[in-house]
Nanobody, 127 residues
Framework: QVQLVESGGGLVQPGGSLRLSCAAS??????????MGWYRQAPGKQRELVAT???????NYADFVKGRFTISRDNIKRTVYLQMNILKPEDTAVYYC???????????????????WGQGTQVTVSS
């Protein structure tokens, strides 16, 4: 079992900043994580991609966050971050962490977790 725990959400005024973190853990040691990313879902809307980053550091951003958000990761800490600047009311959503192709050790030997999700953290941008 792979677990992703997000933190850092909250209420911020328009133009403000927040930094989200997501730490991955498993029943045993994690050997590697291929792609990690952030998605978001606003009320009444479908979940959408915000940004992703591969284990080699290649990034991909949705057009609506380019120039404002920065994704990064610490492969040793098995953690992905999302620095969000110049926040807008339309950024209000639940932000979810995703990890794909997680290689870890379990009691049954080496296992892989695919398309793993965190529980989400609320980000509200409002004055």
């Amino acid at each position: 079992q792979v677990q992703l725990v997000e933190s850092g959400g909250g209420l911020v005024q328009p133009g403000g900043s927040l930094r989200l973190s997501c730490a991955a853990s498993a029943s045993g040691s994690i050997f590697s994580i291929n792609t990690m990313g952030w998605y978001r879902q606003a009320p009444g809307k479908q979940r959408e991609l915000v940004a992703t980053i591969t284990k080699s550091g290649a990034t991909n951003y949705a057009d609506f966050v380019k120039g404002r958000f920065t994704i990064s990761r610490d492969n040793i800490k098995r953690t992905v971050y999302l620095q969000m600047n110049i926040l807008k009311p339309e950024d209000t959503a639940v932000y979810y962490c995703n990890a794909d192709e997680v290689s870890y050790l379990s009691s049954d030997g080496r296992q892989y977790g695919y398309d793993c999700w965190g529980q989400g953290t609320q980000v509200t941008v409002s004055s």
